[in-house]
């Protein structure tokens, strides 16, 4: 079967940095987002990994080892706006169709 | 600015009725994508469409349909309302695939919030 492993939640004080691990078995691999969603709203894209190593995009990163069929999200210099749910979603290959994780709510205390 | 909508945002109906949501979008994607969003769960695959005329079932297709008449719309159908049908749905689009690159990313749509009583 194909499988999307993320914890569930996740703790973590504004300015400090967190880490989000996001594990995958899947037929076949053809590219891995991390989206974020806010209590109440859509999903909204933050990145995306087809390529071995670490994508950096401001305070977010990105990383994908496909050896190993892990990625993780590296958030840094929390702000309290980062209280969110982040999805992780692994394309399988041979289409357009996405695998979603459950998601990883972060809390962001002060 | 392009965008995809999705109405209505809110509805409440009773079991056995019919009921449509409609999806919307101005990126003129061919891809477009119906999910349903439960606590606990990812988001699961309802219907799926990679153009006019396309239309493709999901993981979790039982008891809805779907039509794509133009490019802009995918309107999702309940044929007959269950109580196991209450959830948000989100309709998402996409283009298709970058050379190098695998798919791109999926857009989605503000969601709609459905009760069934």
């Known amino acids: 079967g194909q499988n999307i492993d993320q914890p569930t939640e996740m703790t973590a004080t504004e300015g400090a940095i967190v880490q989000i691990n996001c594990t995958y078995q899947?037929?076949?691999?053809?590219?891995l987002f991390w989206y974020q969603q806010h209590a109440g709203e859509a999903p909204t894209f933050l990145s995306y990994?087809?390529l071995d190593g670490l994508e950096e995009k401001g305070r977010f990163s990105s990383f994908l080892s496909r050896s190993k069929g892990y990625s993780y999200l590296l958030l840094k210099e929390l702000q309290m706006k980062d209280s969110a749910s982040y999805l992780c979603?692994?394309?399988?290959?041979?289409?357009?169709?996405?695998?979603w994780g459950a998601g990883t709510k972060l809390i962001i205390k002060p | 600015d392009a965008e995809i909508t999705q109405s209505p945002r809110h509805k409440i109906t009773e079991t056995g009725r019919q009921v449509t949501l409609a999806c919307h979008q101005t990126?003129?994607?061919?891809?477009m994508f119906w999910y349903r969003q439960d606590l606990g769960h990812g988001l699961r695959l309802i219907h799926y469409?990679?153009?006019?005329?396309?239309?493709n079932k999901g993981e979790v297709s039982d008891g809805y349909s779907v039509s794509r008449s133009n490019t802009e719309d995918l309107p999702l159908t309940l044929e007959s309302a269950a109580s196991s049908q209450t959830s948000v749905y989100f309709c998402a689009s996409s283009e298709g695939q970058g050379a190098g690159r695998g798919p791109y990313e999926q857009y989605f749509g503000p969601g709609t919030r459905l009760t069934v009583t």
């Open positions: 899947t037929s076949g691999f053809n590219g």
């Open positions: 979603a692994v394309n399988p290959g041979s289409n357009y169709q996405l695998i």
């Open positions: 990126w003129n994607h061919n891809n």
């Open positions: 469409s990679y153009g006019v005329q396309d239309t």
């Open positions: 990994n087809v």
